[in-house]
């Protein structure tokens, strides 16, 4: 069975920081990358980041280069989102999700993560992020 668990939101001060971790089980995390999403209230959930589980490789919308970083402990299948100078325009529900790397395709595996809501294989059932001004 799939699980992706997220965790360490919480209410945080502008300014300050925060990791998230995504927890992954019931997969090859060598077959799938995972993608940070956030959703802000009243808002279309986006995406944040996403990291290879074939070879690492990151992406970062050009919007979320600069204060956003992830990386994977891959020893304990956990994907880490680290957050820093954060802003009350950052508050949301962050969710973690997998998406096939096409490993084992004969066209695969595709060079970029993949970081798109709609075709995200499975989802985590977020975590909250409050920033305080």
């Known amino acids: 069975q799939v699980r992706l668990v997220e965790s360490g939101g919480g209410l945080v001060q502008s300014g300050g920081s925060l990791r998230l971790s995504c927890a992954t089980s019931?997969?090859?995390?060598?077959?799938?990358?995972i993608g940070w999403f956030r959703q802000a209230p009243g808002k279309e959930r986006e995406g944040v980041s996403c990291?290879?589980?074939?070879?690492?490789?990151?992406y970062y919308p050009e919007s979320m280069k600069g204060r956003f970083r992830i990386y994977r402990d891959n020893a304990k299948n956990i994907v880490h989102l680290e957050i820093n100078g954060l802003k009350p325009e950052d508050t949301g529900n962050y969710y973690c999700?997998?998406?096939?790397?096409?490993?084992?395709?004969?066209?695969?595996?595709?060079?970029?993560?993949?970081?798109?809501?709609?075709?995200?294989?499975?989802w985590g059932k977020g975590t909250l992020v409050t920033v305080s001004s």
């Open positions: 019931g997969f090859i995390s060598d077959h799938y990358g």
């Open positions: 999700a997998a998406a096939w790397m096409g490993v084992g395709y004969d066209r695969g595996p595709w060079k970029v993560c993949r970081l798109n809501v709609d075709t995200m294989d499975y």
């Open positions: 990291i290879s589980g074939y070879d690492d490789s990151t």
